[in-house]
C-alpha cells in the first residue's frame, strides 16, 4: 500500500541519471559502484570540455609567442635579460595574451580575459580576478630563447594535454568525495525533517550525485565560452550557478526518498546499498511497501 503524497522513487537497482530530483535520489538507494560509473562519465565529459577549451583557446597563443621569443633572452640573478623589443605582445587573442614588459607600463596585453607579462623581476598574471606575480627564482638560470622554447614546449605538450585530462578528472572526483561528507550531514537532516531517515552511506551517495547536474552545466558553460557565445563574466558567473544548482538538487532530492526508517543490520557497511537486508530489499521493489 502506498503512501499519500509520496512522489515515486526510480528503481534503485541501477540508478543512472543524476538529472532530476527522483534519479539523484535513487542513487541513495542503490550501490556507491553505480554513483562511481556516473561519476567518472560526468568527470571525462568535463575534462573532455576543458582540453577541448585549452587546445582551441589557449594552446594556439602559446605555440605563437614561442615562436616570437628573440634569439636570446634568459632569467639569471632574478632578473630577466631581454635580446628583443619591450614592451611588446609575442602572441594573443580574446581569451589569453603572451607579453613582455620590462618597465611594468601594462599597456601590451590588455585586451584578453588571462593576461601572462614578463616583468624584469617577475612573471605577472592579470585578469578580471586581479593580478598574481611570482618574482624569478634568484639562484636558477631560465634559456627563453626561442631555440630553447620551442624543442621544450613542443616535446612537452603531450604529457601537459594529458596532466589536463587526468589531473582535472582525478580534481573533481576528489571534490565530489570530499563535498559530499559535508553534503550528507545536510541530507541526514533534511531526511529527518521530512521523515525519511536512511544510513549515512545513502545520504553520501545523494550528496554526491546531487553535485553532478552542476557539473553537466558548467561543461556545457566552458564549451560557450570557448565558442565566444559567452563573455568571461558570463563564465565566472556560470561557476556560481553551477554550485547554486548543486545546493537546489541538495535540498530538492530528499522529498523523493521513500517514508520511514530504513532498516540497518548491526555492524553493516553505510557506503553498501540500503537495500543489503531484508527488509531493504523489499523496499528496493517497492519502496513504499509497508
Known sequence: MRRAGVMNLPSTSSPWQPLTFGGVAAFALGRTSQLCKVQLLVALGAALCLLWFFTSAWFPVLDAAMKNLPVQAEVRGGRLQWGGETPA???????????????????????????????????????????????????????????????????????????????SMLALLIAWWLLAVAYGFLVKGAARLLRREIRFGGCWRLGAAALLPGAAVMSIVIVFYGLHRLPLP???????????????????????????????????????PDAASPAGADRARNPFHR
Open 89 to 167: 605582445r609575442l602572441a594573443g587573442s580574446s581569451f589569453l595574451s603572451v607579453a613582455v614588459d620590462l618597465e611594468a607600463r601594462s599597456t601590451a596585453a590588455s585586451a584578453a580575459d588571462v593576461k601572462v607579462v614578463l616583468g624584469a623581476t617577475s612573471l605577472r598574471l592579470e585578469s578580471l580576478l586581479g593580478h598574481w606575480s611570482v618574482r624569478y627564482p634568484k639562484g636558477w638560470v631560465f634559456y627563453l630563447s626561442r631555440s630553447d622554447m620551442g624543442p621544450w614546449w613542443e616535446a612537452r605538450q603531450p604529457f601537459l594535454l594529458m596532466g589536463i585530462l587526468f589531473g
Open 234 to 272: 558570463g563564465l565566472l558567473l556560470g561557476l556560481v550557478v553551477h554550485v547554486v544548482i548543486g545546493w537546489v538538487y541538495l535540498l530538492g532530492a530528499p522529498l523523493w526518498l521513500p517514508r520511514g526508517q530504513v532498516a540497518s543490520a548491526a555492524g553493516a557497511n553505510p557506503f553498501q
